[in-house]
């Protein structure tokens, strides 16, 4: 076995340490999170966010069931680019799960996803509401319904066509 030379970088020093005492995945772990969206882009780094790596298995956050759709998909993809940012392959399997995101993230996230204020309806849209839920018996859910409706009439755009009752 070679010992350490004068001229040993501290980097290689460590890396030697890490690998004997099998700390090379957390410090690829941290690496991960640090990097991720270099990794895997703007998009999906906004939408997701690395766990930890367990017997070679990357976890993942994802935001929604619609992201994690569609991420199961690009799980080859994802799994090349992550091994080639560790230069050796680390990770052999990622598993996606639906999961909390930093506030960080939360906030980059499109108005549509976020649970945003919205301003207030107008007296026309609650009345319109109010008209179209009057049939329902069950007090709780006639302004469970209008709620509904008011909140999908402000999001249509004032220009389509609805007509008023």
Not at 133 to 148: F, T, W, Y
Request: hydrophobic share 40%; proline share 7%; no cysteine.
């Amino acid at each position: 076995m070679r010992g350490q030379s004068r001229l040993d970088s501290f980097g290689t020093i460590l890396t030697g340490v890490a690998h004997r005492l099998g700390l090379e995945s957390k410090l690829f772990e941290a690496r991960l999170r640090r990097d991720w969206p270099n990794i895997v882009g703007d998009p999906i780094a906004t939408h997701t966010r690395p766990d930890q790596i367990r017997f070679k298995k990357l976890y993942v956050f994802v935001h929604n069931s619609v992201w994690l759709q569609q991420l199961t998909f690009l799980k080859p993809v994802l799994l090349e680019k992550v091994n080639t940012m560790a230069g050796e392959t680390l990770v052999t399997e990622i598993v996606l799960r639906i999961g909390e995101l930093s506030a960080e993230q939360r906030s980059s996230l499109p108005p549509s996803t976020q649970e945003a204020t919205r301003p207030q309806p107008s007296a026309e849209l609650l009345k319109e509401a109010a008209l179209h839920s009057q049939g329902i018996q069950d007090p709780a859910l006639r302004e469970h319904l209008a709620a509904v409706m008011v909140q999908a009439l402000s999001l249509t755009p004032p220009h389509s066509s609805r007509q008023a009752p």
